[in-house]
T-cell receptor, first 114, second 115 residues
Framework: AQSVAQPEDQVNVAEGNPLTVKCTYS??????LFWYVQYPNRGLQFLLK??????LVKGSYGFEAEFNKSQTSFHLKKPSALVSDSALYFC????????????FGTGTRLLVSP | DTAVSQTPKYLVTQMGNDKSIKCEQN?????MYWYKQDSKKFLKIMFS???????INETVPNRFSPKSPDKAHLNLHINSLELGDSAVYFC??????????????FGPGTRLTVL
């Protein structure tokens, strides 16, 4: 069975500072990893994904994530946070074997202060 | 130009009623999903259809019945609504592809409140 852990319910960062939102996963086979963002009263929006290849993945709005197979992690990062980045962030994983459902983490609320 | 649309956006109803939520996608995707997001924002898949065929059916009460009349539509019918059904329901779609690694596109959600 696959699972995702987002150990932090909330991350606080000042505008202009770098941010990291943590994600670790467990899956049989090789993982497909995703990050989504949810703004208040909205649906989830896709940010980026790792399928194969370069461990550093770049996505929308200046976000990037680093796949680390040995640590089974896929942390989301941004060099300089904006107040408008404040939202709920979800990490998700599925196995690359057969058709498997996408399993989401519990979400991390990012608060960027001015 | 909404990619994935859901109706209604809000649904308030009494316990025991039957209600439906509709979902349409204009992305040409072959796979659609229903998710439930509870009050703690935990997101869990309920159903998935690929080319109108049910491929994922999680442990969901049989009061919930999805119907896919065509690849662009996936509706959710709920019988005998209970208080615990109150949540936000999201529809999503994706193109399955050979590896199933394509991202999903989500609708705006339907907030269901059962009184």
């Amino acid at each position: 069975a696959q699972s995702v852990a987002q150990p932090e319910d909330q991350v606080n960062v000042a505008e202009g500072n770098p941010l990291t939102v943590k994600c670790t996963y467990s899956v049989s086979g090789n993982p497909y990893l995703f990050w989504y963002v949810q703004y208040p009263n909205r649906g989830l929006q896709f940010l980026l994904k790792y399928i194969t290849g370069d461990n550093l993945v770049k996505g929308s709005y200046g976000f990037e994530a680093e796949f680390n197979k040995s640590q089974t992690s896929f942390h989301l990062k941004k060099p300089s946070a904006l107040v408008s980045d404040s939202a709920l962030y979800f990490c998700a994983v599925r196995s690359n074997t057969g058709f498997q459902k996408l399993v989401f983490g519990t979400g991390t609320r990012l608060l960027v202060s001015p | 130009d909404t990619a994935v649309s859901q109706t209604p956006k809000y649904l308030v109803t009494q316990m025991g009623n039957d209600k439906s939520i509709k979902c349409e996608q204009n992305l040409g995707h072959d796979t659609m999903y229903w998710y439930k997001q509870d009050s703690k924002k935990f997101l869990k898949i309920m159903f998935s259809y690929n080319n109108k065929e049910l491929i994922i059916n999680e442990t969901v009460p049989n009061r919930f019945s999805p119907k896919s009349p065509d690849k662009a539509h996936l509706n959710l019918h709920i019988n005998s609504l209970e208080l615990g059904d109150s949540a936000v329901y999201f529809c999503a779609s994706s193109q399955m592809g050979r590896g199933g690694y394509n991202e999903q596109f989500f609708g705006p959600g339907t907030r269901l409140t059962v009184l």
